[in-house]
Nanobody
Framework: QVQLVQSGGGLVQPGGSLRLSCAIS????????IGWFRQAPGKERDGLSC????????NYVHFVRGRFTMTRSNDGRTIYLQMNNLKPEDSAVYYC??????????????WGHGTQVTVSE
């Protein structure tokens, strides 16, 4: 089993920054890809960023590229999402997830519990 424990999030004003963390532990750590996702009320879940352990590349969806940065700790057990220049439309529940079967975050096997990000005056 794999456990993903998220931290960070909260309320921030437009233009502000937040950093989310996701600590990964468990017995099956042979993941193929790690990603961040979000879901706003009444909307489908969006993939935001993904690190592929196949080639080490980090990819971002267009609407966060240049504002959000995904990184990993040296031991690979913690991932981060630095979010800058936040906008009200970034308000959502954010999730981290890992896949042990897919290299490009197309099918995730383990999920964090989610953390709320609210961007508002």
């Amino acid at each position: 089993q794999v456990q993903l424990v998220q931290s960070g999030g909260g309320l921030v004003q437009p233009g502000g920054s937040l950093r989310l963390s996701c600590a990964i532990s468990g017995s099956n750590l042979d993941w193929h890809s790690i990603g961040w996702f979000r879901q706003a009320p009444g909307k489908e879940r969006d993939g935001l960023s993904c690190i592929s352990l196949n080639d080490g590349a980090t990819n971002y969806v267009h609407f966060v590229r240049g504002r959000f940065t995904m990184t990993r700790s040296n031991d690979g057990r913690t991932i981060y999402l630095q979010m800058n220049n936040l906008k009200p439309e970034d308000s959502a529940v954010y999730y981290c997830a890992t896949s042990i079967s897919n290299w490009y975050c197309n099918k995730m096997d383990y999920w964090g519990h989610g953390t709320q990000v609210t961007v508002s005056e």
